[in-house]
Structure formats: structure tokens, C-alpha cells
């Protein structure tokens, strides 16, 4: 099972594109230690190659292949975009998980976290949320 700590959350971030969520999600994997500055690239790159917006409002934005040699230890951060974020044809994301990963981890992280986020309802509900201890009240919710 996944944990979810309260440092791992980012309420009320605020992006006019992509590239700019995306900065602010590298640059908070970098600041909780997570990934060296160079992943932001990497994140770009995987995004250049296949959109990691997922559905229902979610995009689990991580870097290639070749950018797992930045990551410094496996984790994630939720950030909360509540006006959105353009993901490009027609697609908004409320909810940008970053994810750093070493070797194969990511697929184990990102099925953990995809599943974590596959209500519709629920992630609503969290683009909404203004305490951290509500979002994970929600979020742990069966």
C-alpha cells in the first residue's frame, strides 16, 4: 500500500500551461530531495513523447528512461492545480502527480497511485479541498 504523507501534498498551485506545472512539480521533487535539477528535462522529454495525463482531471507527469539516472530516491508529490492546467487536446488537470523513480519502481508507484485516483468523484472533490489533512481524509477514503 502506498503512503501518502502530508509533505507529499501541494494545495492551491496555480500554472497558465503545462510547462509551467511541470517546473513546479520538478522543482518540488527536487526540493524534498527526490530528483537532481537536470529531471525537469527528462519530464519535459517524456511529455514531448507520450502525454501523461491519465483521465479524470489526473496527470502523473515522471521522467524517461534515460532520466532515471537523476533521481536520487523514489517517491512523489501531489500538487493541486484547482483552476486547472491545460494538458493539451481539450485536456485539464486538476491533479499533476510528479513521480521519481528508480529502475522499474515507476510501475509499481504509478499503478499504486493511478488507482489511488481513478474515481472521477474523488478527484473532483480533492481539486476542491483547502486543508491537507481533508484531502487525505478523501483520498484514503474506500
Known amino acids: 500500500m502506498l503512503t501518502v504523507a502530508e509533505q507529499d501534498i501541494f494545495l ?3 500554472a497558465n500551461s ?8 520538478a522543482a518540488s521533487l527536487v526540493a524534498n530531495g527526490y530528483v537532481t535539477e537536470d529531471y525537469f528535462t527528462s519530464m519535459m522529454d517524456r511529455e514531448k513523447a507520450l502525454s501523461t495525463y491519465l483521465g479524470s482531471g489526473v496527470a502523473m507527469p515522471h521522467g524517461t528512461k534515460q532520466g532515471q539516472s537523476m533521481v536520487l ?3 512523489f508529490q501531489i500538487l493541486q492545480f484547482p483552476a486547472g492546467v491545460s494538458w ?5 488537470a486538476c491533479l499533476v502527480v510528479a513521480v521519481a523513480a528508480h529502475n522499474n519502481d515507476h510501475i509499481d508507484v504509478i499503478a499504486d497511485l493511478a488507482d ?15 486543508e491537507i489533512k481533508q484531502f487525505l481524509d478523501i483520498l484514503h477514503e474506500r
Do not use: H, N, P, Y
Request: charged share 40%; proline share 0%.
Open 12 to 14: 492551491g498551485c496555480s
Open 116 to 130: 489511488l485516483f481513478s474515481d472521477e468523484v474523488k478527484t473532483e472533490r480533492l481539486r476542491q479541498i483547502k
Open 18 to 25: 503545462k510547462r509551467k506545472a511541470l517546473e513546479i512539480a
Open 88 to 92: 493539451g487536446e481539450g485536456k485539464v
Open 73 to 75: 530516491k523514489t517517491g
